[in-house]
């Protein structure tokens, strides 16, 4: 981090408005606890504010609801060149009550999201031991969810579907709802040589999932129990890529399912 800190840069924008401006050493920052820039409101103007009514770089010269060039381009992952609600693959309405049935004969009732941690920024930061101490990652659940799988507060869980399973404490609060698991995004994967599970996933391009025999993610990398897929705009003119983790279906066990199948 003290390395990091010492190849910071001032942002050009703000040497410009506070040619003054010096940022604190690493032993200052230490005291201080953080350096905000010396930036006022007025310093911060959203760019999209700085344009006159019908002179946005669109080619409507408005914000854009509607996209005329994607709509002609016609690669948009779902067809679409208006801003809507996309139902996600394996989401709210997909689950339902009953849950998804996954491939290895499992039937998965949570529905995974992945939401950005205060702590670091996607995947940067993660391996800062004083920020992993501060905000620890966990699997977080509904307490309904917990006690109906006989789960505790800060008892490790395995959170698995048919692409592969993460081992984490579990961390219980009413901020998330009943029927959901949330897990941050941004870990870093961790494989656990001696914990296995059997995934099932498509590696040879022919649509059929094979079983592999694959190392429990003791990190919690969320990519770990999603596929791999483009999402967005798949378009070589557009740049836009969707975020795949949030909405896939999963379950929560106090053991490794593969282990308690084994035992069973």
């Not at 703000?14 to 310093?43: C, F, I, N, V």
Request: glycine share 8%.
């Amino acid at each position: 981090a003290r390395r990091q800190w010492e190849k910071a840069r001032v942002p050009e924008a703000t040497k410009q408005r506070h040619a003054d401006y010096a940022p604190p050493s690493w032993q200052e920052l230490m005291d201080q606890g953080s350096a905000p820039l010396p930036e006022t409101p007025d310093d911060t103007v959203p760019v999209v504010s700085r344009f006159a009514p019908g002179q946005f770089p669109t080619e409507t010269g408005r914000i854009n609801f509607y996209s005329p060039f994607v709509a002609e381009r016609g690669r948009s992952s779902h067809s679409l060149a208006h801003a809507c609600y996309v139902p996600l693959e394996q989401g709210a309405e997909e689950i339902g009550h009953a849950g998804v049935l996954g491939v290895k004969g499992i039937r998965y009732p949570l529905q995974l999201i992945a939401p950005h941690s205060i702590v670091k920024a996607d995947a940067t930061f993660d391996n800062v031991p004083s920020l992993r101490a501060l905000r620890p990652n966990a699997i977080q659940m509904n307490p309904a969810d917990a006690e109906a799988r006989s789960i505790s507060d800060g008892q490790t869980a395995w959170l698995y579907n048919d692409f592969g399973c993460i081992r984490l404490p579990v961390k219980i609060t009413i901020s998330i709802p009943k029927g959901i698991v949330a897990v941050p995004h941004g870990a870093w994967y961790t494989p656990d040589e001696t914990d296995r599970y059997i995934a099932w996933f498509d590696t040879d391009g022919d649509g059929v999932p094979e079983p592999h025999d694959t190392a429990v993610d003791m990190g919690g990398n969320s990519n770990t129990v999603t596929p791999d897929r483009c999402s967005g705009l798949v378009d070589p003119f557009i740049v836009g890529m969707g975020l795949n983790s949030n909405g896939h279906a999963c379950q929560v066990s106090p053991q490794n399912p593969d282990r308690k199948a084994e035992t069973a």
